[in-house]
């Protein structure tokens, strides 16, 4: 069982960090493509596209840190399922769009969510399997009794 977690975590990894390296080549189709969902404002399309970019990096390679792995699957778990929404969506909204997904042109299809859903169940398997994060130490309080 523990190398399905890991394999579950190094595969889950590898996908978000090739999703995020296919879209830094060329942010402006990125944001292009999220502006298509027609749910960000567009003055916010660019900030928000190189957000979504940076978390799918971070959290992909937090994700390969084990004392981080539970909070980086639950962080991508949350991505997965705003990802979900917003093209359930603009596919229920009669949006013809491509995904944006990989960095490439494919079309969004209802099979685009379902993968989105096998991923997000992915997500938190691996959330559920990843021990939790240390706690920080906490902040110990001056001994008021102790000052000269």
């Not at 999220?34 to 957000?51: G, H, K, M, W």
């Not at 009669?94 to 995904?99: E, N």
């Not at 994060?133 to 008021?144: F, G, I, N």
């Amino acid at each position: 069982m523990r190398r399905l977690a890991l394999a579950a975590r190094i595969a889950l990894a590898g996908l978000f960090l090739w999703a995020a390296g296919t879209k830094v080549p060329d942010m402006a189709a990125y944001a292009e493509s999220v502006a298509n969902y027609r749910i960000v404002p567009a003055v916010l399309v660019p900030t928000i596209a190189a957000l979504l970019v940076g978390v799918e990096s971070v959290a992909a390679l937090a994700l390969l840190v084990r004392p981080w792995a539970r909070s980086a699957a639950l962080l991508l778990a949350l991505l997965l399922a705003v990802f979900t929404i917003g093209l359930t969506s603009a596919l229920a909204r009669g949006i013809d769009l491509a995904c944006g997904c990989f960095g490439g042109s494919d079309q969004a299809t209802w099979w685009t969510v379902l993968r989105d859903l096998v991923l997000l169940a992915l997500a938190l398997g691996v959330a559920a399997s990843s021990p939790p994060s240390p706690a920080r130490p906490a902040r110990r309080e001056p001994d008021p009794a102790a000052a000269p």
